[in-house]
């Protein structure tokens, strides 16, 4: 039948197949925690994106509102 060598042989390709089944699920989670941290990211990236949009435009409805005011300052002469 199988001789002891042949029998180590197979008991270290069953333990490194084994290793590796392990290794694959290690990565599979890893895979799938990153991916959940990439979505936060990103859910994180739009809301500060409209935000900042939300502020530009502020932004520029305070110097429109300065500007009229300016302007209708010039003929007080101040």
Do not use: N
Not at 33 to 54: F, G, H, P, Y
């Amino acid at each position: 039948m199988f001789q002891q060598g042949e029998v180590d042989q197979f008991e270290l390709l069953e333990e490194k197949i084994e290793s590796l089944i392990r290794y694959v699920g290690t990565i599979r989670k890893e895979k799938e925690e990153l991916a959940e941290k990439t979505r936060s990211q990103e859910e994180k990236i739009s809301a500060l994106t409209s935000e900042v949009e939300r502020l530009r435009q502020s932004k520029e409805k305070a110097k429109q509102r300065i500007v009229s005011l300016l302007e209708k300052m010039e003929p007080l002469g101040v």
